[in-house]
T-cell receptor, first 113, second 115 residues
Framework: AQSVTQLGSHVSVSEGALVLLRCNYS??????LFWYVQYPNQGLQLLLK??????LVKGINGFEAEFKKSETSFHLTKPSAHMSDAAEYFC???????????FGQGTILTVHP | DGGITQSPKYLFRKEGQNVTLSCEQN?????MYWYRQDPGQGLRLIYY???????QKGDIAEGYSVSREKKESFPLTVTSAQKNPTAFYLC??????????????FGPGTRLLVL
């Protein structure tokens, strides 16, 4: 079985500050890992994904994530937060069953002026 | 433009009523999925389909039914057996060719409310 834990259901940062959203996973097989973003009352949009090609993955809107096997982590970062980054972020893991993903509970990011 | 459409955006259900949520995609994807989203619980898989005329139960299939008669369409019926249907429902699709690292693409969602 696979599982995902997102540490912190709410994260608040100031505009221009570092964004760090934490994700730890559990998987019995080499995982494929994803970060999605959701704006209010909308669907999910893919930010980035890890598929074993490189441990540091760059995504859209200046976000990146680093796969650390020893720590079973895939934390999402952005050097400088923008007001438009305020949204809910989901980490997801796949790789054990054709096309299926297991999602974390989400982290709501608030950006203060 | 290619994408996934869901309708309606809002849906109201009366007690004892079955309602159907529509999901259509023009991405030529073989696989389609239905998720339920509740606050603080992330997304939970209801049903998924890898090819036409085939589908499998997800983690919370009780009280729901689906059909997959066409590649483009994967409607979800919320039956009267689902006692707590109020939620945000998301449909997704993905290509089969990339195997386990498939990216799922999501529709805009349908919010179901009980009258």
């Amino acid at each position: 079985a696979q599982s995902v834990t997102q540490l912190g259901s709410h994260v608040s940062v100031s505009e221009g500050a570092l964004v760090l959203l934490r994700c730890n996973y559990s998987s019995s097989v080499p995982p494929y890992l994803f970060w999605y973003v959701q704006y209010p009352n909308q669907g999910l949009q893919l930010l980035l994904k890890y598929t074993s090609a490189a441990t540091l993955v760059k995504g859209i809107n200046g976000f990146e994530a680093e796969f650390k096997k020893s720590e079973t982590s895939f934390h999402l970062t952005k050097p400088s937060a923008h007001m438009s980054d305020a949204a809910e972020y989901f980490c997801a893991v796949g790789g054990t069953s054709y096309g299926k993903l297991t999602f974390g509970q989400g982290t709501i990011l608030t950006v203060h002026p | 433009d290619g994408g996934i459409t869901q309708s309606p955006k809002y849906l109201f259900r009366k007690e004892g009523q079955n309602v159907t949520l529509s999901c259509e995609q023009n991405l030529n994807h073989d696989a389609m999925y239905w998720y339920r989203q509740d606050p603080g619980q992330g997304l939970r898989l209801i049903y998924y389909s890898q090819i036409v005329n085939d589908f499998q139960k997800g983690d919370i299939a009780e009280g729901y039914s689906v059909s997959r008669e066409k590649k483009e369409s994967f409607p979800l019926t919320v039956t009267s057996a689902q006692k707590n249907p109020t939620a945000f429902y998301l449909c997704a699709s993905s290509l089969p060719g990339q195997g386990f690292q498939e990216t799922q693409y999501f529709g805009p969602g349908t919010r179901l409310l009980v009258l």
